[in-house]
């Protein structure tokens, strides 16, 4: 596998690409994700082409099978890909063009190389994690990062994690063969606040970084979290404990918004630190979107209460793309959002009236299975029968044609073919393509799809657009035959197929704003750009308030 080092040395000639790799230690969730969008975000301000990569040292394949409660929501790509939730964080803090090659993980890693063993890929040599496994990762970081000027690659896990050595020691390697010139290592760590001894605490650090430097890796940024500020005689010993420049130790103390965190990086100079080791000349960031970000949330003109009626609430990271996309939209139309949210499972017992009578509006979020879903089926209720402005993303819009046939066509037994398959009233059916699918993951319509959007609808306000395109991520559609029933009954298709032939957004004309889709519009949503769909939302809501 020598040969696949070269080949990478000679590509990297060619196409030179400053490489900056991104490490977490003491404790997950530290992050490690939001400090490489900053980051990407401040390259992007100076002017310089950014990719963002994610390696995840998990043996799934991807998180297409995990459970949300375990580990957040999954973000889609519009090729198909099924991702970690921190490449949202990527596409909201920068332009990056992320693709199903900006995150792999060790399950896709394995498969590869196990994949070119039984090919005879390693012309019978006895295959190992050195250097098989290390060249994999390395090839898969260069096809990640062509075509930019530089690339940030987080590493998932914690420094420590036997999980995360092959991906530590390809870009130990990777130093070594591209040049230090090229490349930099920014270790994200915790500084706890003792409250008994009423002071932080820095050895937590000093031994994540002894533990990186162990395995041959000398980190030449510190991003130090921290709820309290770091004195200069604190950043002084994190330094000199830790063999790095006093002006590298950056402190990361917790902020009201993520949308903070490039300022706040700026104005301690990372930019400038990081464009220095790698040799790059640039002007001044052109901070000032951000800046204008931060005083329409510092300054809000209202205050409005939007319900998200869910079954995953004990994780806010299992819809954190929908509340961000619910936060966009409150920047462009200077509303601060405060979201509710409300387990599913707690409706069942007949008390929406209570439980959402004080709120400006409902979002009921995907979701696969049948818990909670009767829960959720009585709020879509009390939204359309209310006037309170509602919206349905993918399963939500499923439950929502649910709920009109069950209380509007009076087809009691309505429902979706997920929750009974024998149902005489499959409003939602299972795709023809998925009848025979044995293996999970991978196997629903993901990924952006083209949609035709109905003239004069609330969907055409919101996009100005007739033709879009949206990701998707479910395995159940609406069943065609039910379709002139319910445009009968006044709940509309505003958006379908280019074929005609699946339906991908609904709505009630005749409601203050009730619309629902199959796709999932918050994974495109970005501080500066909202998506067209929220922006309509949080204006109804704020209309509602303030009648």
């Known amino acids: 596998m020598q040969q696949s080092s070269r080949s990478t040395n000679r590509r990297f000639k060619q196409h030179p690409i400053k490489y900056i790799f991104v490490t977490g230690g003491v404790v997950s969730s530290i992050g490690k994700g939001l400090t490489a969008a900053a980051i990407g975000a401040l390259l992007e301000a100076r002017g310089l082409r950014v990719a963002m990569t994610k390696m995840d040292p998990y043996i799934n394949v991807d998180p297409g099978t995990m459970s949300p409660i375990q580990h957040g929501e999954v973000f889609v790509t519009d090729d198909g890909a099924e991702t970690d939730l921190d490449l949202g964080h990527y596409q909201r803090f920068t332009h990056a063009n992320l693709r199903r090659k900006n995150s792999f993980t060790t399950g896709q890693i394995y498969d590869a190389v196990i994949s070119r063993e039984r090919k005879g890929d390693y012309l019978g040599g006895t ?3 050195i250097p098989h496994v290390t060249e994999q990762i390395k090839e898969n970081m260069f096809a990640a990062s062509e075509g930019v000027d530089v690339s940030i690659i987080e590493v998932g896990g914690t420094i420590g994690d036997i999980e995360s050595l092959p991906f530590l020691e390809a870009i130990r390697q990777y130093r070594d063969e591209i040049g230090r010139e090229n490349t930099v290592f920014v270790h994200v760590t915790l500084v706890p606040y003792i409250k008994a001894a009423g002071e932080l605490k820095t050895k937590p650090t000093q031994h994540s970084v002894k533990e990186l430097s162990s395995i041959g890796i000398q980190p030449d940024i510190l991003v130090c979290r921290t709820e309290y500020p770091m004195s200069e005689e604190l950043r002084g010993k994190i330094a000199r404990f830790c063999s790095v420049e006093r002006d590298c130790v950056f402190e990361a103390m917790d902020v009201d918004t993520i949308y903070r965190m490039p300022v ?57 793309s929908l509340y961000e996309a619910l936060t966009h939209a409150g920047i462009e139309h200077e509303s601060a959002v405060e979201i509710v949210g409300i387990d599913s499972e707690q409706l069942e017992s007949g008390n929406s009236a209570q439980m959402l009578s004080g709120l400006d509006g409902v979002v009921v979020p995907g979701g ?9 089926i009585e709020a879509i209720r009390y939204c359309r029968e209310n006037n309170l402005p509602f919206f349905g993303i993918c399963l939500g819009m499923q439950l929502a044609t649910i709920e009109f046939a069950r209380n509007v066509l009076k087809l009691n037994k309505a429902t979706s073919e997920e929750f009974d398959p024998s149902a005489s009233h499959k409003i939602i059916h299972l795709m023809e393509s998925q009848t025979n699918i044995e293996r999970k993951g991978g196997s629903m319509r993901l990924g952006a799809y083209e949609c035709i959007v109905k003239p004069h609808s609330q969907g055409a306000k919101a996009y100005q657009a007739q033709k879009i395109s949206e990701r998707h991520r479910h395995r159940f559609e609406f069943n065609p035959k039910y379709r002139a029933d319910f445009e009968n009954a006044g709940f509309v298709v505003s958006g379908e197929s280019p074929d005609g032939t699946l339906v991908e957004m609904m709505e009630v004309p005749s409601h203050p704003w009730f619309l629902a889709c199959q796709f999932h519009p918050e994974l495109k949503s970005r501080p500066m750009q909202p998506h067209p769909l929220f922006s309509a939302f949080v204006k109804a809501a704020t209309e509602k308030n303030i009648r």
């Open 264 to 320: 706040v990086l700026h104005s301690q100079g990372m930019d400038a630190r990081v464009c220095e080791f790698l040799g790059i000349w640039s002007g001044q960031p052109q901070l000032q979107p951000w800046v204008r970000i931060l005083e329409r949330i510092e300054k809000p003109k209202l205050r409005i209460k939007i319900g998200v009626v869910g079954k995953y609430m004990g994780v806010r990271d299992s819809y954190k």
């Open 127 to 129: 295959v190992q994690v």
């Open 368 to 376: 696969f299975g049948d818990r909670g879903v009767d829960g959720k």
